[in-house]
């Protein structure tokens, strides 16, 4: 029986509306208004305000282009969004952290800087401390970095995380464990230094 379209498409399912959208494309924004938000949550905390919005506009048009490989059986479409973010993401990481190493090269020593411009590179502190956390991610096989960005920040189960990825449980689990292991570490790396009482700051993901 093929789901209905039109206003009623609401009351379906993701997998039934999905499908339905192979033939009739509108209906794929009732996809995109269920998870919009969530998508965008998801994108956010990956690599922050500024290019989360792009990341899960990309993520629908890939979603949208690939529809007609969705199983209708699946009741959401929420875990299948969140693995396609977590490519668009990752691709977004990489040249993010290839355009920072190309502007270290080039800006000149601190001491060479005015004052205006010295107090310019402090207001961007922060910012480079987080694209530093980005490098450390993308130090993680591709493996680890989806296991671990589907349950920090897409808060997946570790049967949604299988069922997203296709891998067995066990292999869910070692691979988290693994993961937020390998980041602790790398994270302590680029970590700044407290001073006095006040404790250094934690990265959410761990």
Do not use: C
Request: aromatic share 6%; glycine share 6%; hydrophobic share 40%.
């Amino acid at each position: 029986m093929e789901p209905r379209v039109g206003r009623r498409a609401v009351e379906e399912h993701d997998g039934q509306v999905i499908a339905a959208s192979v033939r009739h494309p509108e209906l794929f924004e009732v996809i995109f208004d269920r998870h919009y938000r969530a998508v965008v949550r998801f994108a956010v905390g990956r690599v922050g305000i500024t290019d989360g919005p792009d990341i899960a506009a990309e993520t629908f048009l890939r979603a949208f282009s690939r529809r007609s490989r969705f199983d209708p059986a699946h009741q959401t479409a929420l875990p299948w969004l969140f693995g396609i973010a977590v490519n668009v993401g990752r691709e977004r990481v990489r040249k993010s952290v290839r355009g920072r190493r190309a502007f270290d090269r080039m800006t000149p020593p601190s001491e060479t800087l005015s004052p205006f411009e010295s107090d310019a590179v402090d207001r961007t502190d922060a910012e480079a401390r987080s694209v530093e956390l980005n490098a450390a991610l993308a130090r993680l096989t591709d493996d680890e970095y989806q296991v671990l960005m589907l349950a920090a920040i897409g808060d997946l189960s570790y049967q949604e995380i299988s069922d997203t990825l296709d891998i067995p449980l066990g292999t869910v689990r070692s691979r988290l464990s693994r993961s937020r292991r390998r980041m602790r570490e790398l994270v302590d790396e680029v970590r700044p230094t407290p001073t006095g009482d006040e404790p250094a700051p934690r990265a959410r993901l761990f």
